[in-house]
């Protein structure tokens, strides 16, 4: 990470010793070799925010380059709990369970991380793998089948007007930010933070955020949407419009003088 971004997440934890920013700052930390510091953040992090599932992740990955496995292993499984679609966090778990020797939970793990992400290189590799030496040694059969998710239930129409954005929106698209910024995706991240300002316009997260990708002062007044019609809606206006015109037609045909 940019040593100048990694001063601003100092100067933003300094300024708020609450922000969740913690996370990627000890990531940084552990890139840099700076372990003793990366690890410290991560709990005391943790310790303010135990339902935050970066931190769990930001924690483990540096006890398994510790060598920590068993207590990366509780916090890895920690993090999918809270978080079943953190893509990171299972992969990370396959790893700590193939250096922990427990094959069969790795290649859960792994077989999760696929189901996410199809193309994830590191996961196809270990599936594969396992699957040809191990697969003999395996009592459940259905242990290479992928099992469903738990079908998804689309909501029902709600009043737009009167939608009241919650807290976990905010706090999963910081983390997702967060992530960006870690990665040095600076784009994806600003359009993901002019995203969250519709809903959460002016929050001091975001604004922090902004000012750190060199933004100005403030977030760009977040603007009312208007709601895009529907398929079948405009389907259904066009069919109108056509009615009409086939009824003008037919008025301006009666209206001609024999």
């Known amino acids: 990470m940019d040593p100048k971004v990694v001063e601003e997440y100092q100067k933003i934890l300094a300024a708020d ?61 920690k993090a999918v709990e809270l978080s079943p679609d953190n893509l990171l966090a299972h992969q990370l778990l396959g790893e700590a369970f193939l250096q922990l020797k427990q094959p069969k939970d790795a290649l859960r793990a792994h077989k999760m991380a696929l189901f996410l992400n199809p193309n994830n290189q590191r996961s196809q590799q270990v599936v594969r793998k396992l699957e040809s030496l191990t697969a003999d040694e395996y009592e459940a059969e259905d242990l290479f089948a992928m099992k469903s998710l738990p079908e998804v239930v689309s909501p029902k129409p709600e009043n737009l007007e009167s939608r009241k954005p919650s807290l976990g929106l905010l706090e999963r698209g910081l983390s997702v930010i967060d992530a960006l910024l870690a990665r040095q995706q600076a784009d994806l991240a600003k359009e993901k933070l002019r995203q969250l300002n519709l809903d959460f316009p002016g929050h001091p997260e975001l604004t922090n955020r902004w000012q750190l990708l060199g933004g100005s002062e403030m977030l760009e007044p977040a603007t009312a949407i208007k709601p895009v019609a529907s398929r079948e809606r405009r389907t259904l206006d066009r069919k109108i419009n056509r009615l009409k015109q086939v009824l003008t037609a037919l008025q301006d045909r009666q209206n001609q003088p024999r």
């Not at 010793?17 to 005391?44: C, H, K, N, T, W």
């Open 17 to 77: 010793p609450r922000s969740r920013v913690f996370a990627v700052l000890a990531e940084a930390y552990r890139e840099m070799g700076l372990l003793d510091q990366a690890e410290s953040l991560s709990r005391s992090g943790i310790a303010n925010h135990p339902n935050y599932a970066p931190g769990y992740v930001a924690l483990a990955r540096l006890l398994i380059q510790k060598r920590s496995l068993n207590e990366a292993q509780r916090l890895l499984q």
